[in-house]
């Protein structure tokens, strides 16, 4: 039954998610909160791995959540699932894309998709910002509690981190693998050991 709930939802995440990886990131916390398959903080880490390894991010969720949700079997589904949609309608559209790539009408659907992309990508940051810098959801946040104490309401540490990793990368020019190593090993450190 968890297979079978696994592959509709990827299936249903890859036939209706446009804009890749990083606009997908919404439906499926969504659809992993709607199932009660992990807590929002596992999907944030689920995330994180999942940007770190190679591959495309969506494909890489679909297979950490199904591993997570149902072992090796529900992380090859749920990869199946999320795949089989771009796969088919690649295999459809192909014969025809260059031939009406320049039509008006799929011109229009492209400038109406782009904004919706744009609203998705950014409820993605805003929802890994929210995991990353702040110790509770927003929706359980106290604007009292904030305001008489905001150092128990903010990540520090989250903060800290992705400052030190602005600089590293834009002013400094660090390799990015070097950067994502120091912060998994500082990330141990603040969050593990202190």
Do not use: C
């Amino acid at each position: 039954m968890i297979y079978a709930k696994l592959f509709i939802t990827f299936i249903k995440l890859g036939l209706f998610s446009f804009g890749g990886g990083y606009a997908m990131i919404p439906l499926i916390q969504s659809e992993i909160a709607s199932n009660g398959w992990m807590t929002t903080s596992e999907f944030a880490n689920i995330i994180a791995i999942a940007e770190m390894t190679p591959g495309p991010i969506a494909v890489n969720s679909a297979t950490f959540v199904g591993y997570k949700t149902a072992g090796i079997l529900g992380g090859f589904v749920a990869t199946i699932g999320v795949t089989i949609p771009s796969l088919m309608i690649i295999l459809l559209i192909s014969k025809y894309f260059f031939k009406f790539q320049k039509h008006p009408i799929n011109t229009m659907v492209f400038y109406g998709i782009r904004p919706v992309i744009v609203a998705l990508i950014t409820i993605a940051a805003i929802y890994v910002g929210e995991t990353t810098f702040l110790n509770y959801p927003i929706s359980n946040i106290d604007i009292f509690d904030f305001l008489s104490n905001p150092l128990q309401v903010v990540n520090l540490s989250g903060i800290l981190i992705f400052i030190g990793v602005l600089l590293a990368v834009a002013k400094f020019k660090v390799n990015p693998m070097v950067v994502i190593l120091g912060s998994g090993v500082l990330g141990v450190v603040l969050f593990y050991l202190v």
